[in-house]
């Protein structure tokens, strides 16, 4: 004999016990757009509350995200009809060949003196100095560099992480990292820094401090 048939009940978890499937999309229904990834974002220091806020790549300019000041981000050319004295931006800062400006205050990522200028500079990248200079002020930058066949006095304090002196340069430099002195290079002043390299044919004139 045969066993009884015995069905295997269907459940749902609807309250009405009736099983239920998904409506199709109507006609008109859009697909799905994939979301746009987030723009490139740099940091930058605020001039005002001098804390870091995130800004895209692209802008020229914004807000600080701490305490909602303005923040200038573009490029910005110094030339000989030049009259102001005073630049901060987080972009870079150049001052043109034919320039002879003084009394500047710039606080800048990158600086580039093709011409004369005369102030206090704040670099929080690369200063490039590529003309003789002197400079009734002081420097404070990320990396300097002094390139061939330039002289430059500085009579304020120079205070960097590390410098790359490929002409000649005097005055008083702090670096918290190395000071190299190219061949044919030579630096007249005292140095504090963590290590001091001069190649063949390099010179210094002063005391050497070294940072611990």
């Not at 002020?137 to 066949?149: D, F, M, T, W, Y």
């Not at 005292?190 to 004139?205: C, F, N, P, S, V």
């Amino acid at each position: 004999m045969n066993p009884p048939f015995q069905p295997i009940p269907r459940t749902s978890s609807a309250p009405s016990g009736k099983i239920t499937r998904p409506a199709p999309a109507p006609p008109w229904t859009l697909p799905a757009v994939a979301e746009n990834p987030p723009a490139p974002t740099r940091e930058v220091e605020c001039f005002s509350c001098r804390r870091s806020t995130s800004v895209p790549v692209t802008a020229v300019s914004a807000r600080c995200g701490h305490c909602s000041a303005y923040i200038k981000l573009d490029d910005v050319i110094l030339h000989s009809r030049t009259h102001r004295t005073r630049v901060q931006t987080c972009g870079s800062v150049t001052v043109q060949a034919n320039a002879d400006l003084k009394g500047l205050n710039v606080e800048c990522r990158d600086l580039v003196l093709y011409g004369r200028a005369s102030g206090d500079f704040l670099c929080r990248g690369v200063c490039k100095i590529k003309t003789d200079q002197h400079i009734s002020g002081s420097i404070s930058a990320r990396r300097l560099v002094v390139e061939r066949k330039t002289t430059v006095l500085v009579t304020g304090a120079i205070h960097v992480e590390n410098i790359w002196i490929q002409g000649a340069l005097e005055g008083t430099l702090t670096a918290d990292e190395t000071v190299t002195i190219h061949r044919h290079a030579k630096f007249l002043g005292d140095i504090t820094a963590r290590r001091l390299i001069i190649e063949e044919g390099g010179a210094h004139q002063g005391s050497f401090t070294r940072l611990t």
